[in-house]
């Protein structure tokens, strides 16, 4: 049969949690004769390796070892270019998926081929192990949840007495959905409100493109070939999606998310490698590739100034008044792109934030962008661009 579906699963040192991810795929709805799942292991020290000897499921699996940590766009794109299916679904080594998973993302790209789905901007939170580095609320959580459960309370009594990590989940309880007790939906507040604001489907968002999220989303393989792979020179953790999924944009691709495709995070202690010096340089590659406001703005949520929904409102204005007034106010428009440029480049330098006009080699115009500045406000319809302006010109 042809290949519809390819699932790739880059994986670094998560077993057995990508053992209990692989189970899940082979309790999926939809036909395994046209769905491959693609595990790359990404130079992992564990028992990964053995996965090959000891999973056989109904779908085809391909298995590829990297013999030294590839990193993140490597890795994924090794899975690209061995992919068969039309349709690719990225997925995290720890996601555990109901069995209407694939079914789902499948059937949403039947009605729009030039779709990027997401189910990452909600999600499951499940104990699938219980850790020593747990804090008290997420023990008093799993035993509110192991009560009336005799042999989930057995497991999480075995934890108490010995507090050794403890496998909660196992194959069993992935094929009979009991892991569900043990899980609860988590969508953070803003995720919650920029989707009561925009919809599903995103419509209006400014930044659409940052529901990229490779833990879960999916594509037709054609958008891929048209937008290009994952960058390489994205080293480490951060942005890499982030990138990818504004070419996608700029492609013509459109983001939704959708709930019924969600998938359940299997709860680790986190470790070291959300590293924030490598993000920050990563972002400082992103914006030097796309010199466009649409990225530059993102500065402001690593400065701590604003969050996604305030910078769509800037950005918003920043666009019509470039739509509105595109032989005016040039200084102004000019300068809050260089700033945002200079305070990127102080940031991955660990340099104070401040002179921002100095730093963008920029002060000769200063005078000039503070009277556009003045002339944007008088309009009274630009209020957030002008905060904006005069938050950079005050570091």
Known sequence: MEIEVSIIIPSYNRYPQNMLTLYSLQNQTFDPSKMEVILIDDGSTDETFQIPNKFHPPFTFKYFKCENNMGRSKARNIGIEKANGKIIVFLDAEMIVNPDFVQNHYQYHQINKKLVLTGALGYHSLFSFIFPQFNKEELNRIARFVQGDRVFLKRFRTYSKTKRPIQMIFKEDIDTLRFQKLSYFSQSSLDQKTISLFGEELTGFQLP??????????????????????????????????????????????????????SYHQEHPVTNHHNWQASLKNFYLFQQKHKDIDVLVIAFILMGQYDRLEIHEILKEYK???????????????????????????????????????????????????????????????????????????L
């Open 320 to 394: 019509r008044l470039e739509k509105e007034y595109p032989d005016k106010f040039f200084d102004f428009k000019d300068s809050i792109l260089s700033l945002l440029k200079a305070a990127s480049k102080l940031l991955v330098e660990e340099k104070p934030l401040e002179n921002l006009f100095v730093a963008a080699d920029n002060h000769h115009r200063k005078k000039h962008a503070q009277s556009d500045r003045n002339a944007v406000h008088s309009l009274g319809e630009f209020n957030k661009l002008v905060n904006a302006f005069d938050f950079l010109i005050c």
């Open 209 to 262: 493109w940052i529901a990229f999220l490779t833990g879960n989303v999916s594509l037709r393989k054609e958008l891929l070939q048209t937008a290009g792979h994952f960058d390489e020179t994205f080293i480490g953790w951060g942005f890499e999606d982030w990138e990818l999924g504004y070419r996608l944009y700029k492609c013509g691709a459109t983001f939704s998310y959708k709930q019924n495709v969600a």
